[in-house]
């Protein structure tokens, strides 16, 4: 791997600290309170970790955006403060005040009073007071001139927990990441855990799970109590074998010794995440083939356990959260149904009508809904995508039954910012699509009592303007989403703030456009343009650089073999193509408009306005790649057919989606390798986009899959495969030896 200065750079970053600030359009709004270094900040005496934080971090946010000095004081007599408040920003929680005044019972809620010479903030609990602070700063960073607009007002989350992953590293989580984490609104963090005392970040792992992952000491009580100094609980992600059916002898002191261990060992986790792939057992159920995936024999049909609704499920939830619980009573059990969206309706139901009343249902938001195009194609969303906002059929039926049965109700949705749509960008710049899904969840939380939210997967969150988007559209009293989507623009791209809105709205079409195929998101829309064109090569042939501590190092989570062998379903195969390239034009729209408005501003390398585009040019180029990918591909095929003497039926409108003609092996071959040098040049140009911003290209759980050394790596294959079609073409016999 390239181990320069320039990548993991992104992870220098102080994500919560900021360089002075400069008045924004949003400053014309109207303000009056200003505190100054006439001001002091009182916060109540005590040992808490977290009352520290947040005063000091007040305190050194007004230094150093606005160079404001202001005094900090602490008192054990909150309530003769707040009789006298002049000059001062109080923050104190319920406790101090002895008096109730927060109508919610989410423990992060807080009312805020700004006035001209005070601000108060009171939380329901430290944590409330916490986000009380941080709301203090959006405020003044969304302005940009350091004042505040009167208000009076009460706030609190609609959802808890929100968790995330680590995009810094896997299950990785330095302080200025929770404390990122924590400015934007999230409560939780998720560590996966492979072992009781173990994560899956580290070094292979003989006795993992799944074959080539890893594990490493992991210091789950050091974890939580940083944790909860940013106001941060800590979920687990179990990849513990379950290898005893729950009813069999020995069942509970086999789990005692794994799951009971944990928490044990640390009752401080809030809770654990089972979901059907990591969490199989040789189940009864005849409708699967009783053994896990991994050891499943070649030749069985049935599906392995994880990917059913069984029957003995509830079986063996009872267990694990009856054995956690004898060491942590309060312990979340979070039971995702992830695995078997494809069941039928009466299946799911019916195993969720069995479960345990007092454990947490996690239903996924987009996934398994079926659309048809304005040709008449159908088409599904196989895996994590916001080109379909939600929700998705299965999970309304799943939530309504929760709902009925008075099952907390929680679900994965992909707020932090990424999905399956592109594994190598650190965010999706589709505001106006995301608040489409923001909508979504505010329906199910009105509608089904949707609780809490699993914001990203492996892949994690990093901060991005959708932080403060989601942050607001998941609070009461919030501003409406579309004028915080202005005052953002107005923030970051000042007078260019309508030409980045328009941008964004080109995007999210764009987006809608996406066909969430399995073939593209576990191909070039998961590495971006390090996806290669290859003609004869196998995966045994291609050695994609990549790290020894990456969890999906290598080709671990996607294919670099392109499966589409087009002639089986063609008209699938041209329905992506058509797809792709309508996302194509869209993106390249926006991004001149963004290019244009970043020159006019002058915006110079590093800066935000910089990084917002090479993130969007980046995405653009995977669009290109994903399209070459196609057409090569569709190419390809044809002109091995041709090699082979084979015809079929669907040729005719194979070549002309791809623009070729006469029917020959010479005009394939050319097309290829105007394709191949078109995309050498995207390629190329991703690498400047990747410069500017060294988060792109990066993936918790792969590490890098797109910087300089990948792309040098993809466009020699690319070149080795032309070299490959020089011979094919050459050949004088019909039959290639190195056929796909």
């Known amino acids: 791997m390239n181990m320069g200065r320039h990548d993991y750079d992104f992870r220098a970053r102080d994500f919560t600290s900021v360089t002075r600030l400069s008045p924004t359009p949003n400053a014309d709004a109207p303000a009056s309170c200003r505190p100054d270094g006439g001001w002091e900040i009182v916060a109540p005496e005590s040992g808490s970790r977290l009352i520290r934080y947040y005063t000091y971090d007040l305190c050194r946010f007004l230094a150093d955006a606005f160079g404001v000095y202001i005094r900090v004081r602490r008192t054990g007599d909150i309530a003769a403060e707040l009789d006298s408040p002049s000059k001062k920003i109080i923050l104190a929680c319920e406790d101090n005040t002895g008096a109730g005044i927060i109508q919610s019972d989410m423990k992060a809620a807080y009312r805020i009073t700004a006035a001209d010479d005070h601000i108060t903030v009171i939380g329901k609990t430290e944590r409330g007071t916490a986000q009380g602070v941080y709301y203090i700063e959006e405020c003044l960073r969304m302005r940009g001139d350091g004042r505040m607009a009167a208000e009076d007002a009460e706030h609190a989350p609609l ?47 003989p006795d993992g799970l799944w074959p080539g992952s890893s594990r490493a000491y992991c210091d789950y009580a050091d974890l939580v109590r940083r944790a909860e100094g940013y106001g941060l609980d800590v979920y687990v992600y179990s990849h513990i074998k379950c290898d005893v059916h729950p009813c069999d002898p020995g069942a509970a002191e086999y789990y005692d010794a794994s799951f009971g261990k944990m928490f044990r060992d640390c009752p401080g986790i809030k809770g654990i995440i089972f979901v059907g792939e990591t969490f199989e057992f040789p189940s009864r159920d005849e409708h699967t083939s009783g053994i896990r995936i991994q050891l499943k024999p070649k030749g069985e049909t049935r599906p392995s356990p994880g990917w059913y609704p069984c029957s003995d499920y509830p079986d063996l939830v009872n267990m694990v959260k009856n054995t956690i619980r004898r060491y942590s009573p309060e312990a979340d059990i979070v039971f995702w149904t992830y695995n078997w969206g494809y069941v039928g309706r009466e299946e799911r139901l019916r195993l969720i009508e069995n479960l345990p009343r007092d454990i947490s249902l996690l239903v996924t938001f987009d996934m398994w809904e079926i659309f048809t195009d304005e040709n008449g194609a159908d088409y599904r969303i196989d895996d994590y995508s916001i080109s379909f906002p939600g929700p998705s059929k299965v999970f309304v039926s799943e939530a309504e039954k929760a709902h009925e049965l008075g099952i907390r109700l929680y679900t994965m949705c992909n707020t932090g910012g990424r999905t399956w749509d592109n594994g190598a960008s650190p965010y999706l710049p589709v505001p106006q699509q995301w608040q489409k899904r923001y909508e979504g969840l505010r329906r199910s939380h009105e509608l089904y009592g949707l609780a809490g939210l699993m914001e990203d997967h492996h892949y994690g969150w990093l901060p991005s303007f959708l932080s403060q988007f989601s942050r607001n559209a998941f609070m009461t009293n919030a501003v409406p989403d ?9 923030r970051d791209w000042k007078e260019k703030a309508g030409d980045a809105i328009e941008a964004w709205r080109l995007f999210s079409e764009g987006i809608s456009k996406v066909v969430a195929s399995n073939v593209d998101q576990y191909g070039p829309y998961r590495c971006g343009p390090t996806y290669p064109l290859l003609l004869c090569q196998t995966k045994d042939d291609i050695k994609l650089p990549s790290v020894s501590w990456a969890m999906h190092g290598g080709d671990a989570i996607w294919n670099p073999v392109y499966p589409d062998g087009v002639f089986g379903d063609p008209k699938r195969s041209l329905l992506r193509l058509r797809h792709v390239r309508e996302v194509e034009k869209l993106f390249r729209e926006g ?13 110079g390398c590093g800066s935000e306005i910089s990084r917002q585009t090479a993130n969007a040019g980046f995405i653009c180029r995977t669009y290109i790649t994903a399209r070459h990918v196609m057409e090569w591909n569709i190419a390809k095929r044809l002109l091995l057919a041709l090699k082979a003497g084979e015809t079929h039926g669907c040729d005719g409108e194979l070549y002309a989606a791809i623009g070729v003609e006469p029917y020959s092996v010479d005009a394939l071959a050319g097309f290829m390798r105007r394709t191949a040098a078109d995309e050498t040049e995207n390629t190329n140009a991703a690498v400047e986009y990747w410069r500017q911003d060294s988060s792109i290209g990066f993936e918790a759980s792969m590490e890098y899959v797109f910087n300089d050394e990948m792309a040098a790596w993809k466009n020699a294959e690319t070149k080795r495969s032309l070299e490959m079609l020089d011979r094919l073409v050459n050949e004088t016999d019909k039959d290639p030896a190195s056929q796909i």
């Open 159 to 205: 959802f808890s927990p929100r968790m995330t992953h680590s995009g810094v590293e896997l299950d990785t989580f330095p302080d200025g990441f929770l404390a990122a984490a924590a400015h934007a609104g999230m409560d939780a963090v998720i560590v996966y855990a492979g072992h009781p005392d173990m994560s899956l970040h580290g070094f292979t792992d």
């Open 591 to 603: 991004l001149a408009l963004l290019e244009k408005a970043a020159a006019d501003i002058g915006a």
């Open 482 to 490: 579309d004028e915080m989507l202005k005052m953002i623009a107005r």
